[in-house]
């Protein structure tokens, strides 16, 4: 969550880092940004697709449930969560 006085700055800054990154690893499918504003505060939920949890762990390193930040964070986030939440997915 951000100040929505920083909601553009900071998905720029996400775009920039985090989707870049993710992107850049083998397994990978997909990564997608969810913004909702509400006043003068702004959510944000990143959702991504691999093909198996040896590929978030290229991304996340061997404690893949923790949630990995990039420095400038500090500088937009209003909180930080200590873990990421993984789903199976299923299309049909």
């Known amino acids: 969550m951000t100040k929505s006085k920083h ?3 900071y ?6 880092t985090g989707l870049s990154d993710y992107r850049n ?3 990978n499918l997909s990564a997608k940004i969810l913004r909702r504003i509400d006043g003068d505060k702004c959510h ?5 697709e ?10 996340a ?4 449930e923790n ?3 990039y420095e400038e964070d500090k ?13 199976e997915t299923f299309e049909y």
């Open 7 to 9: 909601a553009d700055e």
């Open 11 to 16: 998905l720029k800054y996400v775009e920039e």
């Open 25 to 27: 690893v083998d397994g």
């Open 44 to 48: 944000f939920l990143t959702i991504t």
């Open 50 to 59: 691999w093909n198996s949890y040896e590929s978030i762990k290229k991304f």
């Open 61 to 64: 390193g061997d404690d893949f």
């Open 67 to 69: 949630a990995r930040y």
């Open 75 to 87: 500088k937009y986030l209003l909180e930080f969560e200590k873990n990421v939440t993984h789903y």
